[in-house]
């Protein structure tokens, strides 16, 4: 059973010496527990909070502890009623070949799910945090502007083509011209800016002539920045991640910004609401789901994996996530199937 475990917290960005790849036997189950075989480990941006001693909402993984994660696997060997040997199942393996699990939290798919890692996904966290986050926090009217940066990946794909799906203008943002040509042509993105463009700023107000009523906050730092001007009176930033800042080791460069954009919050009436999405949105999970499947069939959600073979290159394809080197859900294949 390999298993990637947290040898070192990272300061800064992971690097070799963060994780170690480990072999030991695959276990048995107990009475109670089945043996799952990952098949596919769900890579997310979270996952550097994990690393981190950093007081958050959530315990880090201890030092010498398999790297934590949500996998879609199988079941190999079951003594767990309502399991059966080959159904695949929605669980938290976490970075390894193998699990135990005696079935809490785990979902079961059935013998022959359509796309399983889909569950990973689309239908599974990422969508839902698309979902509940835009409809429950940003509330987008017909005609609104949304803007959400990293308009290509697991969160800001969904967020953007649900804007679309509400009668909104959806405005996206990424890294180089592929990714925005992607939003724009396939998601159906009104416009979507590359963040490293030189006149970022400047393009995103012309692509905002109305400004922004709806800003899905998944990166903070510039983008926010170029942001912060657009945002109309009343209008709502669904909090969701700071991705930009995840690595960093001190405070950004430059003044002090918090009274300016605590000024900004009170004249303009804007409303600011951070969410962790199981903690606060997890009822809203069979509506989305409905919502979600029936918009898959009608053609008017897509989805895109970055999907990578083998678990050992679990490693550095989580630093490309980090990095904005990915292009869609980040998915590590473990197993075939
Ligand atoms: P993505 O698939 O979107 O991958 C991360 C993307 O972030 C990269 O591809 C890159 O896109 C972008 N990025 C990286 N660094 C920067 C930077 N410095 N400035 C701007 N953009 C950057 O990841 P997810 O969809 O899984 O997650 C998106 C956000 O949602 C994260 O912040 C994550 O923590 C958060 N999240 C929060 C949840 C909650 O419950 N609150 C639940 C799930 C996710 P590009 O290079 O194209 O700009």
């Known amino acids: 059973n390999r298993k990637l475990i947290l040898a070192q917290r990272p300061v800064g960005a992971p690097d070799d010496a963060t994780l170690r790849l480990e072999t030991d036997a695959i276990p048995e189950p107990a009475e109670g527990q089945m043996l799952l075989r990952t098949v596919y480990l769900s890579l997310d941006p979270y996952m550097r909070g994990r690393m981190s001693d950093a007081k958050s909402y959530a315990e880090p993984v201890a030092i010498g502890g398999t790297m934590i994660g949500g996998t879609v696997a199988r079941v190999v060997k ?16 976490g970075w390894q070949d193998y699990a135990l699990s005696d079935g809490t939290m785990v979902t079961n798919m059935g ?3 359509e796309a399983p890692s889909w569950a990973l996904g689309v239908l599974g966290m990422p969508g839902l945090t698309a979902y509940a986050g835009l409809l429950k926090i940003g509330d987008p009217k017909p005609g609104e502007t949304v803007v959400v940066a990293a308009a290509t990946g697991a969160v800001g794909s969904q967020v953007g083509q649900i804007a679309k799906i509400k009668g909104a203008r959806a405005v996206g943002i990424a890294s180089g011209a592929e990714k925005c040509a992607y939003a724009v042509d396939e998601l159906g993105f009104d416009a979507c800016i590359d963040r490293f463009a030189d006149d970022f700023a400047e393009q995103l107000a012309a692509n905002c002539p109305a400004g922004i009523d709806v800003y899905f906050e998944n990166v903070g730092g510039a983008v926010f920045k170029a942001v912060l001007p657009l945002l109309n009176a009343n209008a709502r930033i669904p909090l969701c991640g700071l991705i930009a800042m995840y690595n960093a080791t001190q405070a950004p460069e430059g003044p002090d910004m918090s009274g300016a954009l605590m000024s900004t919050f009170l004249v303009k009436k804007i409303k600011v609401q951070g969410f962790i999405v199981f903690d606060d949105f997890g009822h809203v999970y069979p509506e989305f789901s409905a919502d979600m499947m029936a918009w898959i069939k009608e053609g008017k959600i897509k989805y895109r994996e970055h999907l990578v073979e083998g678990l050992e290159n679990a490693p550095s394809a989580f630093l490309d996530l980090l990095e904005g080197r990915n292009f869609g859900k980040m998915v590590i294949k473990v197993a075939e199937h």
């Open 111 to 113: 013998k022959n799910p």
């Open 78 to 93: 079951s003594n767990v009623k309502g399991f059966e040997v080959g159904d695949w199942v929605l669980s938290f393996n």
